[in-house]
């Protein structure tokens, strides 16, 4: 079958308690696997779970229960030396907003670099920072760069140098976290088209969390829909598009503005309530659809949405 | 659509404005003319730093402090309800005339993000009363049924609990509804939406925009949209003007602009948007950066990052062309002697499978 998946989730809670009485419930019992050198979509309105599932796996929160098993190693529970440095340069994360994750008094050198200073990952200073300008020059950025600060730079090279820093350490994970939502489109695609074609270059997978459906669709193999905090939909990006089951996947779908006048007038965004549909996700098995399409659903849920004629997207 | 009594509400004319910052004179607007018709909605697209959220504060009247109009007028045209009417120049008005006669009263403005455009110590219905009793100095009882009557207009159900409650305790969804309802409470004749929808989900902006649509049928106000998301321009608008360094490019009526582009920026933004079928194996990306508003430059300011860019593009700034209808468009290709270059060739499969679709439909 296939190789090993690069991460493998199962089970995933995070809570977050506020105080005695009250705890958020962020994740809940969410498991899927990513397998080497795809893009994974995780899509869902804020809230959903989608920033916070990309923080639990990176070790930014500590889970509180299921397994993270990535490139074969245990990431849950307490981290030893081994497995900590594992994570820490494997695995990489890009974030939203480039002006508030970079250092704005390190140079550009300084802040790509950073990832590599702190693991000894070269033998001088010259092969820091020859290490350094390949990057820069692979994210399309110029050597002149690296002495600049990030507010020398516009926002579409400012998150160029976020991929670089995550790149540096030539990662076999990148969790791109809204990575190109802060960016103008004409930047937008150019990020986008960035990171397709270093990820043919050198097989890296990505977790991409967006909530731009239209992106998330033209850049992922299989995408995961989240809705508060329960995984309820998953498959190639295809089979959600074409056949969406679960009714918040349809909804999301029927909202997506599309830039042709004419349909866009015609169609109308199919309005989804949870509370008022009576659909418990906590009641709910992920069952198989078809090929790699899967569905949160209860029996008798699942064989109405199945019995549907398939909805035009 | 095109009825022979459109009445004009607005029109802008050579406006051109600069801002004063430490780096020197930033050059921001660089000659608008656009008109504003009753009941329609227009859409201005571009970039950031493109000016289309400047021309936005330059309509309302609020511009910052460092902005510096050079020349244009801004012209509104008030007819009050016993048929007389009155012209307005924004541009010539005093501050402290602008806030008693203009801003928020006859133009009325929603921002991007409702939790900072509401204020967090006050009551939603305080807010809502407030400007109705600022302006038309309603009693109180007045304003709090004309509050109840917006909220129920805006699709808040319980109006009369909603209005004693605090933002923090609403959705974000429904707190650009209670933004929604402030714009309206002095019934403007002008909305302008400063992108009312980029911080919603995708769920909440559809129904947000299908919300503003209602609205205006119901009360004929003018909408100018202000935004960078082409599907919600192509879902909303009557008419765009897309933007570039300071100047409108390219506008016209929706359809003429979407289905036959003809200015090279606007192809660029068209093409780099994913394809609705997901097929594409890369997604067209305009080469370069937008220009530094700060520098000055002679010819087009889109010809560094076009790859059609004529000679003279980088000499002198093309004039507006009429290129049919109401369809106009700053670009030397338009000019007769220009060398025939067509769209370029996905972005026309693109349209055309769009067109056959819609014809299936219909």
């Not at chain 1, 019992?29 to 923080?55: A, C, N, P, Q």
């Not at chain 1, 690296?146 to 998150?159: E, I, M």
């Not at chain 2, 120049?89 to 009325?108: H, L, N, P, W």
């Not at chain 2, 079928?277 to 220009?291: D, H, K």
């Amino acid at each position: 079958m296939h190789e090993e998946p690069i991460l493998r989730v199962e089970s995933l809670r995070q809570h977050f308690r506020i105080n005695r009485s009250f705890t958020v419930k962020a994740v809940e019992d969410v498991s899927f696997e990513i397998r080497r050198g795809e893009t994974y979509g995780l899509v869902g309105e804020s809230g959903s779970g989608k920033s916070t599932i990309g923080r639990s796996i990176i070790r930014l929160y500590k889970p509180t229960g299921g397994r993270v098993v990535f490139d074969g190693v245990e990431l849950s529970g307490r981290l030893d030396a081994k497995a900590s440095r594992h994570l820490r340069t494997r695995m990489q994360m890009i974030f939203q907003d480039p002006m508030a994750s970079l250092n704005p008094r390190k140079k550009v050198i300084d802040i790509i670099a950073e990832g590599l200073d702190n693991h000894h990952l070269y033998t001088s200073a010259r092969d820091r920072e020859e290490k350094v300008l390949a990057i820069l020059d692979k994210v399309g950025l110029s050597r002149e760069h690296a002495k600049r600060y990030p507010h020398q730079f516009s926002g579409g090279q400012r998150q160029r140098i976020g991929i670089a820093r995550a790149l540096v350490m030539n990662p076999s994970l990148i969790i791109a976290d809204e990575a190109i939502s802060a960016l103008d489109v004409s930047i937008q695609s150019q990020i986008v088209n960035l990171m397709k074609d270093i990820q043919k270059e050198t097989r890296i997978t990505y977790l991409f969390i967006a909530h731009d459906l239209s992106m998330v669709r033209y850049i992922s193999d299989r995408i995961g829909v989240l809705h508060r905090g329960h995984l309820v939909e998953m498959g190639r990006t295809q089979e959600i598009f074409s056949r969406p089951l679960h009714p918040y996947t349809i909804s999301l779908l029927s909202a997506i503005p599309k830039p042709d006048p004419r349909a866009a007038r015609l169609s109308s965004s199919v309005p989804y309530d949870d509370a008022a549909s009576g659909i418990d996700y906590a009641k709910g098995h992920v069952r198989h659809v078809a090929g790699d399409h899967y569905v949160l659903a209860t029996e008798a849920e699942f064989a109405k949405w199945m019995a549907a004629p398939a909805a035009r997207t | 659509m095109d009825t022979p009594t459109r009445e004009r509400i607005l029109s802008i004319r050579d406006l051109d404005i600069s801002f004063a910052t430490s780096s020197g004179m930033l050059h921001a607007l660089r000659g608008i003319k656009l008109d504003l018709f009753r009941g329609e909605t227009v859409a201005i697209v571009g970039e950031s730093g493109s000016g289309k959220s400047v021309t936005a504060k330059a309509i309302m009247g609020i511009l910052s402090s460092n902005g510096r109009i050079n020349s244009g007028s801004i012209v509104y045209r008030h007819v009050a309800a016993d048929g007389g009417a009155r012209e307005y120049d924004i541009v010539r008005m005093s501050q402290k005339e602008v806030r008693s006669e203009i801003c928020g009263k006859r133009i009325a403005m929603v921002f991007q993000d409702p939790m900072t455009s509401l204020n967090p110590t006050m009551t939603i219905g305080r807010q809502i009363m407030e400007a109705m009793r600022y302006h038309y100095g309603r009693s109180r009882s007045e304003a709090r049924t004309r509050a109840e009557e917006l909220l129920a207009l805006v699709g808040i159900d319980n109006p009369g609990r909603r209005m004693r409650q605090y933002p923090n305790e609403l959705s974000g969804g429904m707190r650009q509804r209670v933004v929604i309802a402030i714009a309206l409470s002095c019934d403007p004749d002008i909305l302008i939406c400063d992108e009312p929808t980029t911080a919603l989900d995708v769920t909440v902006q559809a129904r947000i925009l299908e919300l503003i649509k209602d609205i205006q049928e119901k009360t004929r106000v003018t909408v100018i949209y202000i935004t960078h998301n082409l599907g919600v321009v192509a879902k909303v608008a009557d008419y765009v003007a897309v933007m570039y360094a300071g100047r409108i490019i390219e506008k016209g009526a929706i359809e003429e602009v979407f289905y036959d582009p003809r200015h090279p920026y606007t192809w660029g933004l068209l093409s780099s948007l994913p394809d609705t079928a997901g097929t594409a194996e890369r997604l067209y990306s305009i080469p370069g950066n937008p220009i530094n508003l700060l520098n000055e430059f002679p010819g087009d300011a889109f010809a560094p990052r076009n790859q059609l860019a004529l000679n003279i593009d980088y000499r002198l700034p093309p004039p507006m062309f009429n290129v049919g209808g109401k369809h106009r468009v700053a670009s030397w290709l338009a000019h007769e002697r220009s060398p025939k270059v067509g769209l370029p060739v996905e972005l026309r499969a693109r349209i055309q499978s769009m067109l056959s679709e819609n014809a299936l439909d219909a």
